[in-house]
């Protein structure tokens, strides 16, 4: 699969990319409305951001509790109700009168489950697609979600202006609604991609066994933390800039779509092996220019090349699938997702302490040093060989996947 056309050709695809995309319009949207809610009640910039921001922190504890049932439960019934959830608890933030603690409890709740959610719909992608067409769908998706919060932080400007924060919370409820529509319609009924119950014990299992294996810990600590350490530095772009933060975070959506449009559509797979570490340089290194107090006429492009190696992502995220088994892909890329959350976040409030302490400039370009160090520090492993997953299964006769045996038969199921 080689062409966008032919990416939404496929069966599944479009009412996926629209189930995809309307999420990331409703989070934005009622994002944007409780922030300037909250911050409206307590005057405190602090729960301002936990309102905005908590739901990224909160996915590490669904990345502890809930992914196991990211591949044990039917993806098209549990996009569908997820989506029912979030709307209820975003309507329910709008209720007048609503105690802030409660409403930052809400986001909380609802971060967490957004964990599961991760899980499940790029699981979901993982089997709409084959292996060869994953980057190129999940190309599509980023690229979605960079213009859908474009036009959300935008839309949520406006109707918090127009129709006030609660009007533009009940909005953000709506397209969740409309998100919940599209998936029982447009998407179909598959079965879930193992078998068994969903426990926390069973995450833990699930999350030491992905964690077990070094080529599969070297990918995930890439996915996470250069690009978390860079998130930071983006944090600190409206206190660099007030007046023209919103120009900066514009150029960096303007790279980033670049990037995955380069990545995703024209580089062969035999060359994105060898790009993940030059990627994540590129996300860095520019950063590092910011030590100099750079001015708005070069700080614009030196973050619109920046923000190219976001591409990285997507080379790492395909080898993840190439390490881990089918029946805990969904698992692995809900990991994937919740960890990287989850650094955002904390790599956010990082930057701030260190810009609180010194500078924005500094604060940025430390991250970015940072960024760069543990970049070099997995380039060894990243550039190693992909190799199949040595943690095979054996499929018994009720399907259940079970941990091979020492001296296991001939036609043991691979990934």
């Given at each position: ?42 005057g ?51 209720l ?30 993982n089997e ?8 190129l ?168 090349l ?6 990285a ?37 990082l ?5 609180e ?47 091979p ?11």
């Amino acid at each position: 699969m080689r062409t966008y056309q032919e990416l939404f050709r496929t069966p599944e695809f479009t009412p996926f990319f629209l189930t995809s995309s309307g999420q990331v319009a409703a989070q934005t949207v009622s994002g944007l409305a409780l922030g300037t809610l909250v911050y409206t009640a307590t005057g405190s910039p602090l729960l301002s951001a936990l309102a905005m921001f908590g739901p990224s922190l909160a996915q590490v504890l669904g990345a502890t509790m809930l992914l196991s049932a990211a591949d044990r439960l039917p993806p098209r019934a549990t996009l569908t109700a997820l989506s029912l959830v979030f709307a209820l608890g975003t309507a329910a933030t709008a209720l007048p009168g609503l105690p802030v603690p409660a409403v930052l409890a809400l986001v909380l709740c609802l971060g967490t489950v957004s964990a599961l959610g991760g899980g499940v719909r790029y699981g979901l992608l993982n089997e709409v697609l084959s292996k060869e067409g994953y980057l190129l769908g999940r190309s599509a998706i980023n690229m979605s979600a960079g213009l859908m919060q474009i036009c959300g932080y935008a839309a949520g400007g406006a109707l918090v202006a127009l129709l006030s924060p609660r009007g533009a919370l009940l909005t953000g409820a709506g397209l969740y609604l409309t998100t919940a529509a599209v998936a029982r319609l447009g998407l179909g009924k598959r079965p879930p991609r193992a078998t068994g119950r969903p426990s926390v014990a069973q995450t833990w299992r699930n999350n030491a066994r992905l964690w077990s294996s070094r080529p599969r810990r070297t990918v995930y600590l890439a996915l996470w933390v250069p690009n978390g350490l860079v998130v930071g530095c983006e944090s600190l772009y409206v206190p660099y800039a007030p007046e023209h933060a919103g120009l900066l975070f514009a150029a960096g959506a303007a790279g980033m779509l670049a990037g995955d449009i380069l990545i995703g559509r024209f580089v062969p797979r035999r060359w994105r092996s060898h790009l993940a570490v030059p990627l994540l340089l590129l996300l860095a290194v520019p950063h590092l220019f910011f030590f100099l107090d750079p001015a708005l006429p070069l700080a614009v492009p030196l973050v619109t090349l920046a923000t190219v190696g976001y591409a990285a992502s997507l080379v790492s995220q395909e080898r993840l699938m190439a390490l881990t088994p089918d029946e805990l892909s969904g698992h692995a890329l809900g990991l994937h997702s919740s960890g990287m959350l989850t650094m955002q976040g904390v790599c956010a409030l990082l930057a701030g302490t260190v810009a609180e302490r010194t500078s924005p400039a500094t604060g940025i370009t430390v991250l970015a040093a940072a960024s760069v160090a543990v970049t070099l520090m997995l380039a060894r492993g990243l550039r190693e060989k992909e190799v199949p997953p040595s943690d095979t299964v054996i499929r018994t006769r009720t399907g259940d996947a079970v941990p091979p045996s020492p001296g296991s038969p001939v036609g043991t199921d691979t990934a």
